[in-house]
């Protein structure tokens, strides 16, 4: 419990990416989730500049657990699993000696523009980390709980027969209720990511992390003002 609380007060603050393409979707909803690289580059550079150390959400618990100083990291988190965040977003980070994590939909794996099992192999090779982000991309919320149990462990055991243990999870459009917070508590997950505060339920704060969404549309003052309230 001690070592809980210490891991939520000292939490990072923690990002949220989707796509990153230098190819400017045509469509509405592609460009709301799409940053170009040069945009990404950029805002590394901008941490590296405050001496903030972009990381994945395991080096944070890892680095909590070890009781070392985590005031100058902030999480890095990447969602859906696009094939342009192993093409695109991984050399970036890595000219960057910065860590993500990348919650993945097991069920797209493969799939048109999606990373293949083995990129996503790579991606935890080059020092990233792998977290679930459920089977069929469908909002927790709107599901019985036994299909919510289908989506969470289904996702996680398909990430750990390709070798992956995830500890992480991230809902798809951010929903969850009570029910998906006593899954949780049975699967080995140490912390779960909404998207932004107005999903939570004040229930089990670590399941219900909210995260900062950088889009296409988020200027370097924007970004910048993240990180204000950090010293
Ligand atoms: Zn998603």
């Known amino acids: 419990m001690q070592l809980l609380l210490a891991l939520l007060l000292n939490l990072p603050a923690v990002?949220?990416?989707?796509?990153v393409d230098s190819?400017?979707?045509?469509?509405?909803?592609g460009r709301a989730l799409t940053i170009s690289p040069a945009q990404l580059s950029d805002e590394l550079d901008y941490l590296e500049s405050r001496h903030l150390r972009g990381v994945s959400v395991d080096d944070y618990l890892q680095a909590n657990?070890?009781?070392?100083?985590?005031?100058d990291?902030?999480?890095?988190?990447?969602d859906d699993g696009?094939?342009?965040q192993y093409t695109d977003a991984l050399p970036i980070l890595l000219a960057h000696h910065?860590?993500?994590?990348?919650?993945?939909t097991t069920g797209n794996v493969g799939r048109r523009n999606h990373l293949t099992w083995n990129q996503i192999i790579r991606l935890q090779h080059d020092g990233m980390s792998i977290g679930g982000h459920s089977v069929?991309?469908?909002d927790l919320a709107s599901l019985s709980p036994a299909r919510q149990q289908f989506q969470i462990d289904g996702c996680l055991t398909?990430?750990?027969?390709h070798g992956i243990d995830a500890d992480t999870y991230a809902y798809p459009g951010g929903t969850f209720n009570r029910a998906t917070e006593a899954i949780l508590t049975k699967e080995p997950v140490a912390l779960a990511f909404t998207t932004d505060p107005s999903h939570r339920l004040g229930m089990r704060p670590q399941f219900e992390i909210a995260r900062l969404r950088v889009k296409d549309v988020t200027t370097m003052a924007a970004f910048q003002r993240f990180f204000t309230k950090l010293k």
């Open 136 to 138: 069929q991309h469908v």
């Open 158 to 161: 398909a990430l750990r027969d």
């Open 73 to 78: 990291m902030v999480i890095l988190t990447f």
């Open 23 to 29: 190819h400017t979707p045509p469509d509405k909803i």
């Open 82 to 84: 696009y094939a342009d």
């Open 98 to 104: 910065a860590h993500a994590t990348f919650f993945i």
């Open 15 to 19: 990002l949220m990416y989707h796509q």
């Open 65 to 71: 657990a070890a009781h070392h100083d985590t005031g």
